[in-house]
């Protein structure tokens, strides 16, 4: 992490050039908190999920560039943790699999 941010504290935004947001947050003494949502030039939503003192937590959400869910998983302390699903682009699902710690366990299943 930039040494500069350990003084940052409240909402935190930042844009493409094209002005677009690219990533919105809060920070808590230069941590991540709270719901963070990382956007596409597009303006479409790539990935929101949670931060707990500055560590990815809980379930995230990935999107495609045009807005559909690409992927849909569990964080603990900046490791993949849990359940873990992957989608077509019709919706429907891809792949699931479960992660310890930052490990796939037995692989990506594939669903018909």
């Known amino acids: 992490m930039n040494k500069g941010w350990k003084s940052r504290n409240g909402p935190w935004k930042q844009y493409y050039d094209n002005g677009q947001t690219s990533v919105e947050g809060r920070f808590s003494d230069g ?11 597009n303006g ?12 990815m937590t ?10 559909t869910v690409w992927a849909v998983g569990h964080f603990k302390d ?7 699903k992957r989608y ?9 699999g479960r992660f310890v710690e930052g490990k796939l366990q037995g692989g990506w299943k594939k669903k018909k």
Do not use: I, M, T
Not at 31 to 41: A, E, I, M, Q, S
Not at 44 to 55: I, Q
Not at 88 to 96: A, F, N, Y
């Open 88 to 96: 077509k682009d019709d919706g429907s699902l891809e792949v699931e």
């Open 31 to 41: 941590k991540k908190v709270g719901v963070w949502k990382y956007f596409l030039r």
């Open 78 to 84: 900046n490791r993949q943790h849990g359940s873990w």
């Open 44 to 55: 479409v939503v790539r990935a929101r999920g949670k931060y707990v003192a500055g560590k």
């Open 58 to 67: 809980g379930v995230w959400r990935f999107h495609r560039q045009s807005g």
